[in-house]
């Protein structure tokens, strides 16, 4: 796992160091070909972080929509979707979205091929929560900071944006993907529009070794 998460680290770079920051994650689905090990973050189920979250906040999505960004395999879209969301899910790879199909042939989640940086104008004000887990730390921050406006806008009035990523301190170097988010940078929302509700720094026990988490609750 180790060799095949610093080859993905390469093949990022690669396409980063050529202006193409979004490219590579069509060419890591499309060459995995449906071998979820050749994807180092596809653990075939959903993130324990977002378990965690959903069950402190005891949240239940009756009768309330969703956006899953950058959803890649699609777990935390069908678990949102069994607690009762309307759940849309979107990734840029169209082979992503093709492989949560297939491994969901009756799922009530609505899987898309789309880019966060050309949404769709129906999306905007629509959704009660929305769900970032480790998309924006895939991109270069002066790139992932031009999707924050677009994100804020997504929520509804009184809706919920939950943030999950790797955390740093601001003197702390970046090097590969993925990049450690800082707290600053997320305050980043606030500017746009947003309420901080909530902001956890702790380190992931399920990580080896264990690596920094911060989860961040973001309301409109």
Known sequence: MTENRTSVQNLAQQYIEAGKPKEWFEILYSQANNDEKLVP????????????????????GQEKTALV????????????????????????????????KNRFP???????????????????QTFDFILESY?????????????????????????ILLIICRGRNPEEK???VPYP????????FVDVGLSL?????????????????FRVTFKK
Not at 79 to 97: C, H, M, N, W, Y
Not at 142 to 158: C, D, G, K, R, V
Not at 197 to 213: I, K, L, M, T, V
Request: aromatic residues 10%; charged residues 20%.
């Open 41 to 60: 973050w596809a653990n075939m189920q959903p993130n324990h972080n977002l378990l965690q979250w959903l069950d402190d906040h005891q949240i239940q």
């Open 69 to 100: 960004i950058g959803c890649g395999l699609g777990d935390d879209a069908e678990e949102l979707a069994k607690r009762g969301f309307q759940v849309t899910a979107f990734d840029i790879s169209p082979s992503a979205i093709k492989w949560c």
């Open 106 to 124: 009756n799922s009530l989640v609505n899987y898309l091929v789309a880019d966060l940086f050309h949404p769709l104008a129906e999306w905007n």
């Open 135 to 159: 998309t924006l730390q895939s991109l270069p921050t002066s790139l992932s900071s031009q999707s924050m406006p677009l994100i804020a806008n997504f929520l509804a009035p009184e809706g």
């Open 174 to 176: 970046l090097e590969k």
């Open 181 to 188: 988010l800082t707290k600053n940078y997320l305050m980043q």
């Open 197 to 213: 509700q909530q902001f956890e720094d702790y380190f992931d026990q399920q990580d080896s070794p264990p690596g920094r988490r």
